[in-house]
Structures are given as structure tokens and as C-alpha cells.
T-cell receptor
């Protein structure tokens, strides 16, 4: 079983749509959770950290369910510029900060 | 404040040659991480270093790969006797502390002919 698993994708949606990505992780000791975005296999860029209370940044909302070991990302009113691969990432407290990446889910927003 | 710098951005080697990838962390960052992304795959952790110390190399292949982060100068990822399967994008990330946000460099794309 992979340490971090994501929806297989790709997701093809029209502009303005709401899209949700899901992710599960296997290590219950994981302490930090993130969504990164990667464009055309360039360097990953931090989109947002994910907290147990849930957090929102503009059109983006992230949720964490520790009991289910489940992380989600919701994108509202999607834009063409949101087209990218979204990476679910976890880190463990005793793992020195090394990041464990999911495979990534590709999103394509069409006009 | 310049971001994480990596060079070269593209590197072509023939089988059996050595590849040296360099990473200069952001100013003030003393923690460096190397990740590898094989074609059609996700990023995989390789090694975590602080100045002059390897903290975690659990993701490094047992042979041919080594990394260092000297007191002065960039971190170096060295691959000896490269094979075609080493072709990948190698990303470096840095952070000020081990639990802090990691910032990624643009990567080095290694192609082994």
C-alpha cells in the first residue's frame, strides 16, 4: 500500500466548476499535511497547509480527518490557471521533516 | 531573497559517466532535502542533510548515489556510473528548520543516453 494515495484523475472540468480532490495516508504518526501544486512537472509549490480545524484560502478549502486519515481539497469557481497537478503531501513528526508525496491528481480546466 | 538554486537545469550523461547536481539553499536555510521524480511518477524523498551532516538517507539507492552539504558551498548529489534508469528530475528543497515549510528549487533534469 502506498503511504499517500490520491484520486487517479485526470479531472477535466469547465471554468467555474467546483472540484474536490481526496487523499488518504497510511502512517497514523503523520503530523503535518499539505497540498502542493506542480505545473508541467516543474518544481512543486506549496498551495496550503492543512489543519484539523480545516482552513480556507480564497477559493481553496482544505480539510483533514485524522480519525479516517483522510485529506481533501476543494476548489470553487475553478479558473483556467488552476490547471495543474495537485499533490497531497504528509510529513511525520519523527521523520525529520521529510515529505511523502502522493502520485498527484491532474486537473484540466477548460473554457 | 533568492530562492533555492539548482544547477545545471539540464544534464545529459552517457551510461557509465558521473553526474553532479548542485543545490544552493535559500539564505538562512540550513536544512536541505533531495527528491527524485521519475517519469510518470510522484516525487520520492532521497536524503536530508544539514551542514556537514547526513540526517536521513533512507531514500537513497544503496549504490552509486551519495550526497553532501559542506560547511561552505552548495549541497551536491553525486551519481556515479549512471544508468538509463537514473533519468529523472531531481529536486532540492530547503527549510530553516526540520519542521518548517520546504521551498523547492527548479530541479535538474538528468537524461542518461
Amino acid at each position: 500500500r502506498k503511504e499517500v494515495e490520491q484520486d487517479p484523475g485526470p479531472f477535466n472540468v469547465p471554468e467555474g466548476a467546483t472540484v474536490a480532490f481526496n487523499c488518504t495516508y497510511s502512517n497514523s504518526a503523520s503530523q503535518s499535511f499539505f497540498w502542493y501544486r506542480q505545473d508541467c512537472r516543474k518544481e512543486p509549490k506549496l498551495l496550503m497547509s492543512v489543519y484539523s480545524s480545516g482552513n480556507e484560502d480564497g477559493r481553496f478549502t482544505a480539510q483533514l480527518n485524522r480519525a479516517s486519515q483522510y485529506i481533501s481539497l476543494l476548489i470553487r469557481d475553478s479558473k483556467l490557471s488552476d490547471s495543474a497537478t495537485y499533490l497531497c503531501v504528509v510529513a511525520g513528526y519523527n521523520q525529520g521533516g521529510k515529505l511523502i508525496f502522493g502520485q498527484g491528481t491532474e486537473l484540466s480546466v477548460k473554457p | 531573497n533568492a530562492g533555492v538554486m539548482q544547477n545545471p537545469r539540464h544534464l545529459v550523461r552517457r551510461r557509465g559517466q558521473e553526474a553532479r547536481l548542485r543545490c544552493s539553499p535559500m539564505k538562512g536555510h540550513s536544512h536541505v532535502y533531495w527528491y527524485r521524480q521519475l517519469p510518470e511518477e510522484g516525487l520520492k524523498f532521497m536524503v536530508y542533510l544539514q551542514k556537514e551532516n547526513i540526517i536521513d538517507e533512507s531514500g537513497m539507492p544503496k549504490e552509486r548515489f551519495s550526497a553532501e552539504f559542506p560547511k561552505e558551498g552548495p549541497s551536491i548529489l553525486r551519481i556515479q556510473q549512471v544508468v538509463r534508469g537514473d533519468s529523472a528530475a531531481y529536486f532540492c528543497a530547503s527549510s530553516p528548520g526540520d519542521q518548517d515549510t520546504q521551498y523547492f528549487g527548479p530541479g535538474t533534469r538528468l537524461t542518461v543516453l
